[in-house]
């Protein structure tokens, strides 16, 4: 690998794809309930090729079917391929957009005054350090969600720039200049997955990982983890106030109240 980055640096609130199409939404949800497509003919009567309709985008009775077996929102499957959230600009927050196989990684870099946060490293070993050099950013406060190669990738070349790694135990906070630090499981798509709230700019913002994207979830390998994120993120992250802005790890920034709205994973109202 050269030295140089093909990563670059985005504004919070550039509107960049969602990460998961609802192709992706079906499947996760199939995964999560430990289902095969054969499971779906015996159970509830949609065929291979139904299916294949549903995840084309066809809206059927049998989609209805199954959305309601899955606690699915039918409104935000329907709705699911002109979902675009949207979020207000703030200069102290800034996304390395990094190189992933065919796909990029979110790391998230928060400058505030003294104080220079980042989440994630990226995948490669120095897109992030490549970048950061770049734009002049050092005395990194370093941040990671989960313990997966797309945003671990780069923490060894990051050794020189960073000022201390944290490590939070779960529930508890930290401050830093004006910011503070609240440390959230997130467990589910991996275990361990931290999520952090920050509070001290003009919005709370939470990182999610791959916990949440706009419009879906991380994928989880079985029915167990699969019910362990849906349930951490209604306790942690669906409850926080709805301008919370959610910054995962991979696609656009969203916010609590539209993902509250638009994501098909979630159907409860939260008080
Ligand atoms: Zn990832």
Known sequence: MSTSSSGKLTRLAAAIPLEDDLHYVWRKALRGHELSVADLQTRWGVSAAEWDAILAGEWSKQAENLAAAWQLSPAALRHHSHYQPEVPHLTSVSRLQLPFENDTVN????????????????????????????????????????????????????????????????????????????????????????????????????VVGDALFAGSIGGCPDSFTYEMALRNLHHHVLSLTGETILLPGHGPATTVAQERANNPFFTEPVS
Not at 144 to 155: A, C, E, K, P, S
Not at 162 to 188: E, V
């Open 107 to 206: 790391a998230w870099l928060i400058r505030d005054e003294d104080q220079t946060l980042l989440f994630d490293t990226g995948y490669g070993e120095n897109d992030a350090r490549a970048l950061l050099n770049h734009i002049g950013a050092a005395d990194l406060q370093l941040f990671l969600t989960h313990d997966h190669r797309d945003h671990v990738g780069g923490i060894s070349a990051l050794r020189s720039l960073t000022q201390k790694q944290h490590s939070l135990p779960l529930g508890s906070s930290i401050t830093l200049g004006n910011l503070k630090i609240k440390c959230l499981d997130l467990a589910g798509h991996c275990l361990p997955s931290y999520g952090y709230l920050i509070e001290g700019l003009s919005k709370p913002l939470c």
